[in-house]
């Protein structure tokens, strides 16, 4: 068996007890459902012909076990009904866990390459078409083949020859349908990656709403969603037009079992080979007999959609994480913030030419280090292959003297704050989004951490302080006091090791000063990387880096990079004149 195949009949296992009851319920169900024809053919082919003392005693007692069949179908189905939707929707729940799971296991070079409107889809829509298959599936296709075989059986031994016309037809019916089948399996792929493409497309527009209202380009966003609007529909039409041939071939086979058997039982009887009794019987078991093609047919169209589905929902599965902890990581301790590059060198997956090759730093317990020079030459880079965002192409990095290959990565990371230029905020309150620093803080140390960050008296001022909702992507504070609750965050973490990307460079004036103050406060006796375009900010650091396409070109204080004259002096001017 695939691994595919084991990883879909995995999710049962946990519920086996009731999948199985699910099953036994839909056999006896469809048992019922054969039972009540030879009820009509024995009433009207013995009953009825007793004398009319015998035929009431037998008709209320066949009326008493045909209401207790219907107590024990209605029983079944409900069980069916509810209690296997139930596990239907705990597989899913099961599902989603382990996809999300694994997404927070996958590294920022996966999120490179992906949409996140694309992945929604698969999370949402996939995965409910995946547990209907898991839930009806199995059950359609039980309820089915005990009808389809159970009635042959009947059939069969009431008379093999209007059996063997009737039957005939079986072989074309399911040629047919496994044609349609592979043809809607394809549009249907088709249709989920159109629909991916529109999540993808209405995240982006919404996320971006603000800006989209600023240039006033709503059209333009109309236009792009119309396009793959249309796309959609084209594709949704062009599985419909097989849908439309699967139903109407299996309901065109239906009619055809209809003419076939009154035809040939019409010559059988005036040859006497078969009575009337026993032609109303085979005309009842044939809806017995269409009922279970029908639910094949919602069955394929279950299939295609649910397997379509698992396969792009195992398509997250496997890809394997390309960062994880080594098999003898180790946890780190008592960091001191020593940080050493050896012979460092980065180049990003599927591309050919290096960030930066042969990085050599030695950064001692509690530097101030800072990092310049222009747009794309791998500062941010640099600075993500510390906690491991990113994996060195070659080389080593170590904290401590330790290899942070061999320290786990959650270990490694609680040891490392970082403060970016675009601060993500959660929806929700002030004191959630400080206390992401640290879970089971108490609000005291939240509190304490604000004050440290300078946030707390603006925080106060809030319509409900530390309670107040911020919005999705705290919309409702301004650049400067998101920022600061970042840091608040990260002083509520308290790492040894701090990274700040561009923190202050998309603020006004008066809120650089304010975020200095406090980004300074935080560094103090922390082993700090400052990425910074806005020198000014970074005049007081021990040693500055000026990172060129070809590596670190210059290294020093701002004193000794000015007197050199060289980049560091040139972007220094050109700023401050």
């Not at 005309?283 to 698992?310: A, C, D, M, S, W």
């Not at 601060?423 to 939240?446: C, H, Q």
């Amino acid at each position: 068996m695939g691994n595919k195949a084991k990883t879909f009949l995995s999710y049962y296992k946990p519920y086996l007890g009731l999948f199985i009851a699910d099953m036994v319920c839909a056999f006896i169900a469809a048992g019922i459902n054969l039972i009540f024809p030879l009820i009509v053919r024995y009433i009207t082919g013995d009953v009825l012909k007793s004398s009319s003392e015998i035929v009431v005693g037998l008709i209320i007692k066949i009326t008493l076990l045909m209401l207790f069949l219907i107590l024990v179908e209605f029983l079944c189905n409900y069980f069916i009904t509810s209690y296997g939707h139930i596990m239907g929707a705990r597989m899913e729940h099961d599902m989603r866990n382990d996809i999300f799971e694994h997404l927070q296991k996958l590294s920022f070079s996966y999120y490179d390459d992906q949409k996140v409107g694309h992945i929604m889809s698969r999370i949402t829509n996939d995965l409910f078409d995946i547990t209907e298959l898991c839930h009806h599936g199995p059950e359609d296709l039980l309820i089915s083949i005990t009808k389809l075989v159970g009635s042959f059986i009947i059939l069969m031994n009431i008379d093999l020859k209007l059996t063997i016309i009737v039957f005939s037809f079986i072989p074309l019916m399911f040629v047919y349908a496994y044609y349609y089948n592979m043809k809607m399996r394809e549009a249907f792929l088709k249709n989920r990656e159109k629909i991916s493409l529109i999540n993808a497309g209405l995240e982006d527009s919404l996320s971006g709403i603000r800006v989209v209202k600023s240039f006033t380009n709503e059209e333009i966003e109309l236009k792009k969603f119309k396009e793959n609007n249309v796309e959609f529909v084209k594709s949704k039409s062009h599985s419909y037009h097989y849908m439309a041939k699967y139903h109407s071939g299996i309901n065109a086979f239906g009619s055809l079992i209809y003419v076939a058997l009154i035809i040939g039982a019409s010559f059988f009887i005036m040859k006497n080979q078969i009575n009337t009794v026993d032609l109303i019987t085979f005309l009842l078991y044939i809806n017995t007999f269409l009922e279970p093609v029908r639910k094949l047919v919602n069955f394929g169209e279950q299939f295609q959609n649910g397997i379509t589905g698992f396969e792009r929902f195992y398509e997250i599965l496997s890809v394997h994480p390309d960062i994880k902890d080594s098999k003898d990581a180790i946890e780190i301790r008592d960091v001191k913030g020593d940080i050493s590059f050896e012979n460092v060198s980065f180049q990003y997956h599927g591309t050919t030419d290096a960030v930066f090759s042969n990085i050599n730093l030695k950064i001692n317990a509690g530097d101030y280090i800072a990092l310049v020079g222009p747009s794309g030459v791998g500062k941010t880079t640099l600075c993500s292959l510390i906690p491991r965002f990113y994996e060195v192409t070659s080389g080593t990095i170590r904290i401590d003297g330790t290899d942070i290959r061999d320290v786990k990565l959650k270990s490694l990371r609680q040891n490392i704050g970082i403060v970016q230029q675009d601060v993500y905020l959660f929806t929700g309150s002030v004191m959630e989004n400080i206390r992401y620093g640290k879970p089971d803080a108490t609000d005291e140390e939240i509190i304490e951490a604000a004050k440290k960050a300078n946030a707390h008296d603006f925080i106060m001022e809030l319509p409900n302080g530390y309670d107040t909702d911020i919005g999705q992507r705290g919309i409702k504070l301004s650049g400067g006091q998101k920022q600061r609750i970042s840091i608040a965050r990260v002083f509520l973490k308290n790492p040894p090791i701090l990274i700040f990307d561009e923190a202050t460079s998309a603020l006004d004036n008066e809120s650089e000063k304010v975020v200095q103050q406090s980004l300074e406060k935080l560094a103090k006796n922390r082993t700090t990387f400052v990425i910074a375009h806005r020198l000014s900010t970074i005049k007081n650091a021990k040693k500055i880096l000026v990172l060129t396409e070809n590596g670190i070109a210059e290294e020093g204080s701002h004193e000794e990079l000015l007197a050199m004259n060289g980049l560091y002096a040139q972007l220094y001017n050109m700023q401050f004149k």
